[in-house]
């Protein structure tokens, strides 16, 4: 597609219950970046994808948190018993590998509520 | 985690006033980037520096590369109404692949027509 498409654009969810998050990176782009931004707060780095495979899953906040990434196209976030801090806006953001960081493009984002 | 130190967190200016706003950061940093926020939206790429002290304009926006490597800063010209919304700094700390960011808590903008 001509963005980065994430979908749902917003998910109210109860607490306890498992949640998944979606992301259509622009078509080749081999890298795919998850971050989440909680109100009033910068972007929280949550993990990388280069193709399928994970090299960087540093800031993913805990065992509840996990993401893959399929075809080298569409990545999924799940966060399972979600949690009302988990309440944020996780973004997605995709790039070809080099370039200029003109290419590094983000979606509109998923706004998650825990109640 | 890690966050950049972006300042001031607010500003509240008139119509054709100019704007200025920094980052700093105890780490030495190998990219440094300005995006704007609009509500409901992702963060949109204004500026990118690559190199110590390099200086870079894109219309009325100029920001800088500090020489330490360690703080960037932003300036707006002649601001306008349709400026408003968060600005960010951001920083990658490493070379490659991995363009892992490392961001600012924002400087929101609001202009006075």
């Known amino acids: 597609g001509a963005g980065v498409s994430q979908s749902p654009s917003n998910k109210v969810t109860e607490k306890g219950k498992d949640v998944e998050l979606r992301c259509d990176p622009i078509s080749g782009h081999t890298a795919l970046y998850w971050y989440r931004q909680s109100l009033g707060q910068g972007l929280e780095f949550l993990i990388y994808?280069?193709?399928?495979?994970?090299?960087?899953k540093s800031g993913l906040p805990s065992d509840r948190f996990s993401a893959e990434r399929t075809g080298g196209s569409v990545s999924t976030l799940t966060i399972q018993r979600t949690q009302q801090e988990d309440s944020a806006v996780y973004l997605c953001?995709?790039?070809?590998?080099?370039?200029?960081?003109?290419?590094?493009?983000f979606g509109s984002g998923t706004r998650l509520t825990v109640v | 985690g890690q966050q950049l130190n972006q300042s001031p967190q607010s500003m509240f200016i008139q119509e054709g006033e100019d704007v200025s706003m920094n980052c700093t950061s105890s780490s030495i940093f190998n990219t440094w980037l300005w995006y704007k926020q609009d509500p409901g939206e992702g963060p949109v790429l204004l500026i990118a520096?690559?190199?110590a002290g390099e200086l870079t304009s894109n219309g009325r926006l100029t920001a800088q590369f500090g020489i330490t490597r360690k703080d960037s800063f932003l300036n707006i010209s002649a601001s306008i109404p349709s400026d408003v919304g968060i600005y960010f700094c951001?920083?990658?700390?490493?070379?490659?692949?991995?363009?892992?960011?490392?961001w600012g808590l924002g400087t929101s903008l609001a202009v006075n027509p």
């Open positions: 953001a995709s790039s070809p590998t080099g370039g200029g960081w003109d290419g590094y493009t």
């Open positions: 520096l690559y190199k």
């Open positions: 994808f280069q193709g399928n495979s994970a090299p960087d």
């Open positions: 951001a920083g990658q700390l490493n070379a490659g692949n991995n363009r892992k960011l490392i």
